[in-house]
């Protein structure tokens, strides 16, 4: 039998719950730093409650006092209390059902938790929360008490389960939704699933009182991070990209497969009137009644760019309306679209101005600040602007003459020619100039210019460089991909065990450095005590030399300045080692032998211990970072931080494990020796004590013989005991399970224990309520049991005596027989019911006791019981007796004997 202490392990059940409310209490924290997105403060406040009644719970389970169950039963309320009112809000908001939050009934409903709090811990002042605390329950992984409820509690398992009815049927309305809104409303209702079966099956009764409701979020957690973080359809958009969509100069209105309005940003709300948050899920027909102009050109599905003006009272704007489709991640099927109205009055108030006066047209088209060329009717440039030939490259004297209609890319030789049917031409993308080894992203406009007989004379290009937001754009998606990369590499150090670290900590490094082209990315880990530092894991690209070997233990003095600034600043961004100053002068020798060229390093802490420092070499060329891949790899560091404490833990644990296994290995290979070397000579003394009593008539002779044969016999007891004691503690105790016939067995012990209560005047009787009891037990170990109760009882008792009684008990649908030992002695105080079963204690202690004895008669005792499948309890008051009552279940039929 392996003996491991309690007191570091958690059980299987706890840990399942700790890892889950990690991801609950994530996702807390990701909303709120998103909380400016729709539902996201709600859908946060709703994993925090989570988080809340699934820690409470795990720690619940492990307590073995009522006061910490109590404790965390506390911390749980706070959780469970909260969560109906925010499954309410969650799914007014994302229902987009606002008004409703005016409203008296749902106001009520929000308050209701507060007054079940209140109930919950005034419990002690009315008990209607819970009436009564019953026993524990112990199972193999867990720790239950029993609590008796009262009304409140009722009435708030009722309120529970109507909110999240209510949240179901509010959701369930957005089925009838475009594809979009429907993917978050099944993700949402999905979600919401585990832990309202777990909470049915536990209020059902159907869990042997395990509440099984936080076990369900063992399904709801991964599914939320999986829809927020590799889906992005639940609700919480990255941040930076909702800011760019809100911040766009153009309209933007998002719309589903069934023409249902899904969002617009603030630019549309302030150029069409009817645009409000009461509109989202109506169809486009009704919202934009009042421009039907607008409505007939989105019915044009074949063209997705066009010209259209829009009246605006008595004036009137023009406008390019561009739709594009929005495609499902695997791109197989369209999710809706998005309708951008780009206004380009001016610029069509700039073309008229060029088709009435030759003069302007000149002035404008050298001064004006965007790109301008003229071309012909074949599409040859005849001549263009300044601006034109800084956006493009190359020279006027080049790209006059060139034939757009013939260039490389069919976009822009469409839209030129599309200019040259006597529309409006457009395009947006990148160009690859054809003059210039340049890629610039643009976006152009080609307009025909028309003669007096309406024939096409050629036309006019305005060109726009929009680098700034291509790059922007393009960083977004940099950022999504980083931040990608990092909940995958979080992820898979949460999934891996403690000896597969070392292992998962290189995967990741070789993921980050692949991920940010880097030559070469590594782990330092510090002993200041030794003022050392030595490079545990790394990652090199092809090609690149390793340099773990030679950073072992190395001194911190090494490379001062960087320790120093590490301690300081926190991160170390060095883009170009030949750009340090002179106080890195012993620093650069030993980065410039490593071949490094460009590095960052970042910390490797937690809130208060500097662990090390994770750092990223660049060697073929030189490498910027941006502040936000800084910034992500600061939380790389954080995240490295907790998974090397996590180990250290670990191995901590498994380090005092092993101790403490070794120690009872050598503790009772110690007694059995000890048991045997005493023994022996022991059997000596009594052999020729019993000698001395027999063969020696002088009454003084066998007196003394008589003593030394009573503390002889007393010491070969106790070390019988002890060898007892080391052999079940190893494991190595035989069971013999058989049929016994305990009625018999009883008598006999009886029998042997009764002289023993006459020399003290005490009577010994048996009272059989059954006509015979037959168990499946090791008959020795059944016996001595008996025997060390019944020799106990004899010792603490100076009047009346001892009653054994025999019965049969039906707990929890199982029969069970049960054996009570009475006795009428000094009683054991309540503070001590505990203790006289643990090794070596008893009520008295210390050489000042009153009776005799090892304490290892009860500790052996409840271990024999155990062995034999049975329980032992007590039952006393101080100077009233005691009763010890051993309960043994029957045999299940069809099952074998051990």
Known sequence: MDIQDPMIQIPIYSLALFLVSVITFGLAIYAWTNRSVRGAKEFGLLMLASTFYITGYAMEIQMNTVSGVLFWLKVQYLGIATIPAACILLAVRLTNRDQWLASWWIRSLILVPAIILLFYFTNSLHHLFYTGIGEFIQGKNFNLLEIHKGPIYFFNLGFLNFSLLLSFILFSSNLRLGSVTRDQTIFMMAGSLGPWIGMLFYQLKFSNGLDTGPFGFLITAPLFAWG???NQVVFLLPKARHSVYESLGDAAIIIDRENRMIDYNRTASVLLTGLERGSIGKKLEEILSSYPDLLIELGKSDQPNLQIRLRFGESSRTFILTRSSVLSKNLKHDLGWVIVLHEITDQVFLLDNLRESEEKYRLIFENTPVGLIHYDQTGKILTCNDRFVGIIGSSKEILTGLDMTRLPDQNIVEAVNQSLEGRLGYFEGEYHSVTALKITPVRAFFAPISGKDASILGGVGIVEDFTERYEGDKALRYRDQFEAMLVEVALQFLSTSPEEMDETFREGLAKLG?????????????????KLMTNTHEWC?????????????????VAPYLMTTIRSSGIVYIPDLNLLGPEWETDRRILESQGIKSLIVVPIETHDEMLGFAGFDSVRDLRTWTKDEISLLHIIGRLFASVIKKKELNDSLIAARDRAEEANRIKSLFLA??????RTPLNGILGFAELLQTEFKDPEVSRYAEIILSSGNRLLQTLSQILDLSRVESGKMELFIERVDVIQALDEVIFLYSPAAMKKGLFIQRDQLVGDMLLDLDDQLFRNSIGNLISNAIKFTDKGGVRITTLYEIIMGRRFGTIRIEDTGIGIPLKYQKTIFEDFRQVSEGSKRNYEGTGLGL???????DLCGGTLEVESESGLGSVFIMRFPEKIAGTASH
């Open 541 to 557: 690209a092809p090609g690149i030399t390793p340099e773990i070997d030679n950073l072992q233990n190395i001194p911190l003095e």
């Open 859 to 865: 500790s052996l005792t409840k271990k024999f019981v």
């Open 228 to 230: 927020v973080f590799a």
């Open 673 to 678: 020796n000890m048991s045997h070397e005493i």
């Open 514 to 530: 692949q991920f940010c082209g880097v030559d070469r990315s590594y782990i330092f880990r510090f002993d200041f005590d030794k």
